[in-house]
């Protein structure tokens, strides 16, 4: 996967994104993203984006993270990046 990513907003817009990591939960199968926009947060951080990734004829797809115990794991992944481990 490529270091930058295009995203189209919902109102059209395309915007270019930086990838921070990309990775997969081998329990679900399921792969996802971790990608900022570079602005900045009202405690002066950088905002970070989780999408999970749907992968068809080589497109990419991002979809909304909505389910709790996908998230429990998402997190737990995203610990471990901190923690200077791989994804």
Request: proline share 0%; aromatic share 8%; hydrophobic share 35%.
């Amino acid at each position: 996967m490529k270091d930058k990513l295009k995203i189209k907003e919902a109102n059209g817009e395309i915007v270019n994104a930086d990838i921070i990591t990309y990775f997969s939960i081998t329990e679900t199968g399921k792969e996802y993203i971790i990608f900022t926009l570079n602005e900045i947060d009202s405690n002066g951080l950088i905002k970070l984006y989780v999408s999970r990734v749907k992968t068809e004829n080589d497109e990419y797809e991002l979809e909304k993270i909505e389910n709790e115990k996908e998230w429990s794991d998402v997190k737990e992944v995203m610990k471990d990046v901190i923690a200077g481990g791989e994804a």
